[in-house]
């Protein structure tokens, strides 16, 4: 059974650091890009960040460039997504997702989602 796994979110003041992970079963992650996609309550959900299937490729949107970092290790099936200076518009439910594009737009599995909540 294909699964995407999310742990990490919670709450942080502003300025703060979260380290989110997912992790992938029920397929061969290897042969996938995996990415984030998030969506803040009342908005449309929107692309983070994708990684290519061997890590030698990475994109972002323009909001999280420059403070976050996604990585993976396919020896373990997971990737991860490192939040540094988060703000508040960061707040968002994150999803991990399979066979993300470099345009961030599409998709073809996610996860249930982990809550970031950013505030003081």
């Known amino acids: 059974q294909l699964q995407l796994v999310e742990s990490g979110g919670g709450l942080v003041q502003p300025g703060g650091s979260l380290r989110l992970s997912c992790a992938a079963s029920?397929?061969?992650?290897?042969?996938?890009?995996i990415g984030w996609f998030r969506q803040a309550p009342g908005k449309e959900h929107e692309g983070v960040s994708c990684?290519?299937?061997?890590?030698?490729?990475?994109v972002y949107s323009g909001p999280v460039k420059g403070r976050f970092t996604i990585s993976r290790d396919n020896a373990k099936n997971t990737v991860y997504l490192q939040l540094n200076r988060l703000k508040p518009e960061d707040t968002a439910v994150y999803y991990c997702?399979?066979?993300?594009?470099?345009?961030?737009?599409?998709?073809?599995?996610r996860g249930q989602g982990t809550q970031v909540t950013v505030s003081s």
């Open positions: 990684i290519s299937s061997r890590g030698d490729s990475t």
């Open positions: 029920g397929f061969t992650m290897d042969y996938y890009s």
């Open positions: 997702v399979r066979k993300c594009t470099p345009s961030l737009t599409e998709f073809d599995y």
